[in-house]
T-cell receptor, first 115, second 109 residues
Framework: IAGITQAPTSQILAAGRRMTLRCTQD?????MYWYRQDLGLGLRLIHY???????GKGEVPDGYSVSRANTDDFPLTLASAVPSQTSVYFC??????????????FGEGSRLTVL | GQNIDQPTEMTATEGAIVQINCTYQ??????LFWYQQHAGEAPTFLSY??LDGLEEKGRFSSFLSRSKGYSYLLLKELQMKDSASYLC??????????WGAGTKLIIKP
């Protein structure tokens, strides 16, 4: 089934540990995004990539890094996890950098708990 | 700063009509979006408005007034499966999406 796949779906992590959330899409979309979703807050953009080989910082980039070695994959790394990074993380993609209809396609989310 | 406001929660009855409002203040405007998100699931795209007026898509309609910084999502003939959160988002002048916190819609029989 075409779409976006995220892994893991859920993870409990000790503070200070390094963690990589994986995201793969098979729609050949140019643009990819990482959001976090916290109760009572809107989706907040962490990092984005308009095309393979380029990345940019979103609204809340601190403590996170990304890479975009190819079109399909966009991993998000927490170098040293802290409890405030407990959240649900969504990877998303769009064509034309979202400048067409702006429709984003989301993965199913990764629920991360940092203790 | 940029801001998207929508009610936190609304309750409606199966078969009825409900209107979910969204007001926004953003740096520029390149379109307004509504997404649906069922509990524990990913958001899914519902509608896109860039010009003033009403866009109808089946039981769902979305309205935009750019001069008022206002939109609403209208859901008709409510079904139990419409119980979800509805997210309003605006694309600003940098083509970044600014998201509201979402409106949780509860449908009662």
């Amino acid at each position: 089934i075409a779409g976006i796949t995220q892994a893991p779906t859920s993870q409990i992590l000790a503070a200070g540990r390094r963690m990589t959330l994986r995201c793969t899409q098979d729609m050949r979309h140019n643009a990819m995004y990482w959001y976090r979703q916290d109760l009572g807050l809107g989706l907040r953009l962490i990092h984005y990539s308009n095309t393979a080989g380029t990345t940019g910082k979103g609204e809340v980039p601190d403590g996170y890094s990304v890479s975009r070695a190819n079109t399909d994959d966009f991993p998000l790394t927490l170098a040293s996890a802290v409890p405030s990074q407990t959240s649900v993380y969504f990877c998303a993609s769009s064509d034309s950098s979202g400048r067409a209809t702006g429709e984003l396609f989301f993965g199913e989310g990764s629920r991360l708990t940092v203790l | 700063g940029q801001n998207i406001d929508q009610p936190t929660e609304m309750t409606a009855t199966e078969g009825a009509i409900v209107q979910i409002n969204c007001t926004y203040q953003t740096s520029g405007f390149n379109g307004l979006f509504w997404y649906q998100q069922h509990a524990g699931e990913a958001p899914t795209f519902l509608s896109y408005n860039v010009l003033d007026g009403l866009e109808e898509k089946g039981r769902f309609s979305s309205f935009l007034s750019r001069s008022k910084g206002y939109s609403y999502l209208l859901l008709k003939e409510l079904q139990m499966k419409d119980s979800a959160s509805y997210l309003c988002a605006v694309m600003d002048s940098n083509y970044q999406l600014i998201w509201g916190a979402g409106t949780k819609l509860i449908i009662k029989p």
